[in-house]
């Protein structure tokens, strides 16, 4: 159904999507997701996985001692790294590659952030520009406050609205 319902999207369903998130004045700390579970970047990539396999996580922001965004880790970010197929997922199974052994060696550095006061339209135009559908949300001095995924604005848009979220992203 999800294939589906991407090939269904128009332009002008799209635009009326975002009017209607224009119309509502959500901003991006309406729907963030708060309580972030992050890493520092000196955490093993066993640690990463492990982490992200007991949490149930796909992505992990990476946070300086401040909580500041450094970069973002992802399960295929580790995976390819140690060479093994995505496939496999239980952390006891990763073996790092030579030299790569921690998630700075790893991290995507170039996050998709917004603000929180950022109007949900942006927030839709950040994801849409990101490959992994996720922005981080920081505040000035890019403390990490929370995350916003693709699947936070479906989750969170009307009934009416929830198709054509999903089509988009």
């Known amino acids: 159904p999800r294939a589906a319902q991407q090939r269904a999207l128009t332009a002008e369903a799209f635009q009326q999507l975002l ?18 579970v992050t890493l520092p970047p000196h955490a093993s990539l ?14 992990l922001p990476v946070v ?4 500041r965004l450094l970069g973002i880790i992802s399960r295929i970010d580790v995976l390819r790294s140690v060479g093994q197929r995505p496939a496999i997922m239980e952390a006891r199974t990763i073996l790092p590659a030579p030299g790569v052994r921690r998630v ?5 550095r170039d996050v998709p952030t917004v603000f929180p006061e950022t109007p949900l339209p942006e ?33 969170r848009a009307s009934e009416a609205e929830a198709p054509g979220v999903l089509a988009r992203l």
């Open 19 to 36: 009017a209607d998130l224009r119309a509502r004045g959500q901003t991006a700390a309406d729907i963030m997701t708060r309580d972030l």
């Open 46 to 59: 066993v640690e990463a996985m492990r982490l992200m396999a007991e949490k149930g996580l796909k992505r």
């Open 64 to 67: 300086d001692a401040e909580n």
């Open 104 to 108: 700075a060696d790893v991290m995507l």
């Open 123 to 155: 927030v839709v135009d950040a994801l849409l520009a990101a490959q992994q559908r996720r922005a981080i949300v920081v505040d000035k001095d890019r403390r990490v406050l929370g995350i916003i995924t693709d699947g936070d604005l479906i989750s």
